[in-house]
């Protein structure tokens, strides 16, 4: 008599599935994906899919769609309520075409009703929980915690989808078939030309990474360095780095928030390249006021960050702000143009690689999976779920135009002189 009813509640939640499936997708235009069900059928094109979601369990729509949002569909992807095969990038736009749904308030009745009648997930027996930080919001403490919650992870693990030089920002690409080392070297030299950096200027990093950025200007442009960085594993692979290249008498690495630095002296040239997307809109003024506190006048800040599109409208709680960048706060580049401004700098030039990023993400995504078991080995398979859903909604992101990142270059003018030539005809020389 078990068996009889185990086979009939499956027999059930297989024809709610496949109903609510195609109630779902009803109106979606394009077949280049499948669904494959947890005992092995599939749903869904014939053809070549570029992708497959793999429905774990009988209750997996039900945890992904009962209550959909960004923060649900990703949650049920870590929680393994579902997976994704082949092309995750290309996922996203699916993802899209259903939290923009639009449907009568009796349409959507009839579909959760449809999912009540599906095994629920314990979610709650998993252990795992979004980051919770304490304190107020882009305090120095608060800020610490959100940096070392997301950057502190073992070096090992990035070092495996980055580049050799660990740089983790956008790569600049003189081809979309060019590799990622090639590129990320083109991006750190094209910086150092942005900066026209001088033998025996004096350089600060705000937000320096794992160093390769004041490694690479040191080494080819004879500057003397100081990085930056709230992650101490952070700090203490940089220092090891600069150590074992010979450029430690040059370098130097220190954990500090970039509202207590003090050198007693001010720096020639400014650098902060993907920290400024932790600075939120309300202390814009704060960052661009220290920043020009600490630049000589006439001296040059290249700022390098991430910026929303000003007509974008985010739906629902966001995945990355409860698993990848806790506070994170993206702001047009209207926004921080105007901040920077409203503190004496003058804007001389505003680049967009919004195209660059999106390769980059690409290429992360391709490598962090290609190392799928050496990432679960070093950290979790949550862990690698997390990064591979994150990364490939950002290269998606990127393409669609929602996001974009944009390197600025100001100058702190001395009686209205900047010392810049006339054109940027150096920034492009072989």
């Known amino acids: 008599m078990a068996l009889l009813v185990k086979s009939l509640l499956a027999e059930t939640s297989f024809q709610v ?23 092995g059928t599939t749903w869904g094109t014939e053809k070549q899919a570029l992708f497959t979601l793999v429905l774990k369990h009988a209750g997996a729509l039900r945890a992904m769609f009962l209550s959909p949002s960004e923060l649900t569909l990703g949650e049920a992807y870590i929680y393994d309520d579902f997976d994704i095969e082949g092309d995750i990038e290309a996922a996203f736009d699916l993802a899209d075409s259903l939290l923009g749904q639009e449907r009568s308030s009796g349409e959507s009745l009839d579909l959760r009703e449809q999912l009540r009648k599906l095994p629920a997930s314990d979610h709650a027996q998993a252990g795992l929980h979004p980051i919770q ?39 600049y690409f003189n081809t979309p078939e060019e590799d990622l080392d090639t590129a990320q070297e083109r991006k750190l030299d094209y910086i150092c030309r942005k900066l026209r950096l001088r033998p025996g200027e004096r350089l600060l990093d705000i937000g320096c990474g794992w160093g390769g950025l004041i490694m690479h200007a040191a080494a080819h442009y004879g500057v003397h360095a100081v990085g930056i960085t709230l992650s101490v594993p952070q700090a203490e692979r940089a220092r090891q780095r600069l150590l074992e290249s010979g450029l430690n ?60 599109s000003a007509t974008y409208s985010r739906r629902g709680p966001s995945f990355i702000d409860h698993y990848v960048f806790p506070d994170s706060e993206l702001v047009p580049i209207s926004a921080s143009l105007r901040a920077a401004e409203l503190k004496g700098f003058e804007v001389r030039d505003v680049e967009s690689l919004r195209e660059h990023y999106a390769l980059t993400l690409h290429h992360w995504v391709r490598r962090l999976e290609a190392h799928a078991e050496e990432v679960r080995r070093i950290t979790d398979d949550t862990t690698y779920r997390i990064w591979r859903l994150y990364m490939a909604g950002a290269a998606h992101r990127f393409r669609s135009g929602r ?9 702190k003018p001395l009686h209205g002189e900047t010392g810049l030539p006339l054109t940027r005809e150096d920034w492009y020389r072989a």
């Open 17 to 39: 599935a496949t109903d609510f499936l195609e109630a779902l997708l009803a109106d979606y235009p394009r077949r280049d994906f499948q669904v494959r069900l947890w005992d």
């Open 249 to 308: 008498d040059r370098c130097r690495v220190e954990v500090s928030d970039y509202r207590d630095i003090d050198h007693g002296q001010q720096y020639d040239k400014l650098v902060s390249v993907g920290m400024f997307e932790h600075v939120s809109e309300a202390l814009l003024p704060e960052y661009f006021g220290r920043a020009w506190d600490l630049l000589r006048p006439g001296g040059v800040f290249l700022n390098h960050g991430i910026a929303h």
């Open 403 to 411: 996001l974009n990142v944009y390197q600025t270059l100001l100058v």
């Open 133 to 171: 930080l304490r304190g107020p919001v882009h305090s120095r403490d608060r800020d610490r915690q959100a940096v070392t919650y997301h950057y502190d992870l073992p070096a090992e693990f990035y070092a495996l989808w980055l580049d050799q030089r660990m740089v983790y920002s956008c790569a």
